[in-house]
């Protein structure tokens, strides 16, 4: 069935690798299906809503390769939702309530020390209208809750299975704050309903409003999506991401050269049974990806991990796929060139300072060459073979050191290495060497 989903971040923050989860599994839920991924601003909270935020949540979107169909606002409907909050409130299921918080708060301590369960009391419902007009003469405004169905509601979860809430033990929940605004619950489920949205899928802090939200949308509409709650990431010490992580936010993975498709990979597989691994595409992560493989627990992000995962991608990237941001990074190599370096690097910007060592020389940081080599460097130089050069030219050359100073393994090849790139490790010697060139190599072995 073609699913209609839909990704409703707040815009408040940038967003981090665990909303980017979410907007995925939706994502990947909407092309699987051959539906469509409505992207919804909940921008109800004018004063911390921004639109900076609401630009850089499509800008990471985007850059993770989610095109959504559809971009709506909340702010936008706000006459829809009003409309909707009368009639609810015309049937006598959203109903004024006038206490304040810390009265709430006495009534849920008087509870407890009864061995109660904290739940609302329901005592505005018995409220007259003198004393609603006594408590507006005072400067009160009331909040509206709703009037919970007092029964079990349940629901097959796509990730979760079977689940069931009791509602005579929830509070009837605040629909609309004592200043006129609307809690997220109410706005959610009127967009779902409007939007046609067929599948609800979210993180699993959202488990417990969902008995609230399908007992609004059978009352609004007479039919109840399908829900989907999948589990949370957390940092690798184990707390629970914020919009203040900020190095866990898309944007600074993007800064920092990540590949999209690396953090695609891991904000999805991450918490499913399947392992972290390369793949060629998002379709091939679509591919792979079920609902019902993901854990139910909340799954920890390393991103110590993700560093691999990059690099093991750009491993079996072609030239093709990379010429462009190459040059755009001014690296000048061609194929052979990224051939001979790809193994070697972790982000896509790495490849720049293989190509400065190819074409400015030594790093500042270089290893040098030991003084005791100066004799083998010399005999390696006077057997470097004339050009042209190509990828048996290590070979030959080594070998006929190898014959003149008696030297093998990690004594003939360490030097060389030190003397051409500065680095102790790199790339194959074979591919690189013909990259350099005979004049480069000759006047580093001096
Ligand atoms: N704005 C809500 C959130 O970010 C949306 C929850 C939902 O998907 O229903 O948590």
């Not at 900076?52 to 949540?57: P, S, V």
């Not at 559809?70 to 409309?83: G, T």
């Amino acid at each position: 069935m073609a699913e209609i989903v839909r990704f409703a971040p707040s815009p408040t923050g940038n967003i981090h690798i665990g909303n980017a989860r979410t907007a995925l599994i939706n994502w990947l839920v909407a092309v699987k299906s051959g539906g469509e991924f409505i992207l919804r601003y909940d921008d109800t909270d004018a004063e911390r809503s921004r639109q900076e935020y609401a630009d850089g949540i499509a800008v990471d979107l985007d850059w993770l390769g989610i095109k959504p169909h559809r971009v709506e606002k909340q702010s936008a409907r706000m006459a829809s939702y009003d409309e909707v909050a009368q009639k609810l409130k015309d049937m006598g299921r959203l109903y004024p309530c006038y206490e304040t918080a810390d009265e709430l708060d006495r009534k849920r301590k008087r509870q407890r020390a009864r061995g109660l369960p904290p739940v609302y009391d329901r005592a505005a419902l018995n409220l007259t209208d003198e004393q609603k007009t006594a408590f507006e003469a005072e400067g009160r405004k009331p909040h509206w809750r709703f009037l919970l169905d007092q029964e079990t509601v349940s629901w097959v979860d796509g990730v979760r299975g079977e689940q069931s809430i009791e509602c005579d033990s929830v509070s009837d929940p605040v629909l609309i704050r004592g200043d006129g605004t609307y809690l997220y619950t109410l706005p959610s489920v009127i967009d779902d309903i409007d939007m046609g949205v067929t599948m609800v899928i979210r993180g699993d802090d959202h488990v417990t409003n969902t008995a609230v939200q399908i007992q609004l949308f059978q009352l609004l509409a007479g039919k109840v999506p399908n829900f989907a709650h999948h589990n949370l990431l957390t940092s690798a010490t184990g707390e629970g991401l914020s919009k203040r992580l900020g190095s866990l936010s898309l944007q600074s993975m993007r800064q920092d050269g990540y590949e999209a498709l690396a953090v695609a990979i891991f904000a999805v597989i991450i918490g499913t049974s399947e392992p972290v691994q390369p793949l060629a595409d998002m379709q091939a992560l679509a591919d792979l990806f079920a609902l019902d493989k993901v854990s139910r627990n909340a799954s920890k992000f390393d991103m110590a991990d993700l560093g691999p995962l990059n690099a093991r991608l750009l491993h079996e990237k072609s030239f093709d796929e990379v010429s462009t941001r190459l040059e755009a990074d001014q690296v000048g190599g061609d194929e052979a060139f990224w051939l001979a370096i790809r193994g070697n690097i972790e982000k896509l910007g790495d490849a720049k300072e293989w190509w400065n060592i190819v074409e400015q020389g030594l790093p500042a940081d270089a290893v040098s060459k030991s003084d005791d080599d100066a004799d083998f460097y010399a005999t390696a130089k006077s057997l470097l073979p004339a050009e042209p050069w190509d990828n048996t030219t290590w070979k030959v050359w080594t070998t006929a050191v190898k014959g003149e100073t008696g030297r093998k393994g990690k004594g003939l090849f360490m030097p060389l290495r030190v003397a051409l790139t500065g680095r102790g490790h790199g790339p194959e010697l074979a591919a690189f060497l013909p990259i350099l060139g005979y004049q480069r190599t000759l006047d580093r072995l001096s």
